[in-house]
């Protein structure tokens, strides 16, 4: 039973525009149709070389999740780092870990989830509330110095040394009487 049918189509492997007989050719001739073929089992036997490939690297990973206590090795195969930056870590104190003998250090499971999860840091000092200083109740820079017969360098170092609040206002800088008064013992 021939056909009378001829349908305009693209060569799969090459690309080129070809009639073909049939409505489900897909290439222009033999040699792109055997090229093809040898291009999907090419593709076929990549893709599943990629996919060992992928479960052979994710097994260590499974393994190391499933122990409680892991090695140097393990911690850093985890954290995607190098042994040296793990070792790094116990030195500073940042990750516990247990020395059980010569290359035996273990490090608790634990103990990396911590490294993630770091405890909030209150801060030692609280802050004082700050008086708003008053223009009457303070010298200028200058005139401080003058009073303390200090240098301009050594004033500044002892005002920051001492905590001494100051306020600028405009092209003035001022500092509370009473607090150089403690000071100076004046």
Not at 49 to 68: C, F, G, N, T
Not at 116 to 135: A, C, Q
Request: with cysteine; aromatic share 8%; glycine share 4%.
């Amino acid at each position: 039973m021939a056909s009378n049918i001829r349908v305009q189509r693209v060569c799969q492997y090459c690309g080129k525009d070809f009639e073909a007989k049939t409505t489900v050719t897909k290439f222009c001739s033999d040699n792109c149709a055997k090229r093809g073929y040898k291009e999907r089992i090419r593709k076929g036997k990549i893709s599943k070389s990629e996919e060992e490939v992928k479960v052979i690297k994710s097994k260590p990973l499974k393994d190391i999740q499933a122990k409680s206590y892991l090695t140097v090795g393990d911690v850093a195969a985890l954290l995607q780092s190098s042994e040296q930056a793990v070792y790094d870590m116990i030195n500073s104190g940042r990750l516990a870990a247990t020395n059980l003998g010569v290359r035996k250090t273990r490090i608790l499971r634990a103990d990396i989830d911590k490294l993630f999860n770091p405890p909030k840091v209150r801060p030692m000092v609280e802050s004082i509330p700050v008086k708003p200083l008053r223009i009457s109740d303070c010298y200028t820079i200058a005139e401080a110095e003058y009073i303390s017969g200090m240098s301009s360098k050594a004033f500044y170092d002892l005002i920051k040394k001492h905590n001494v609040p100051k306020m600028k206002q405009g092209k003035f800088v001022y500092v509370p009487k009473k607090e150089i008064h403690k000071l100076f013992n004046k």
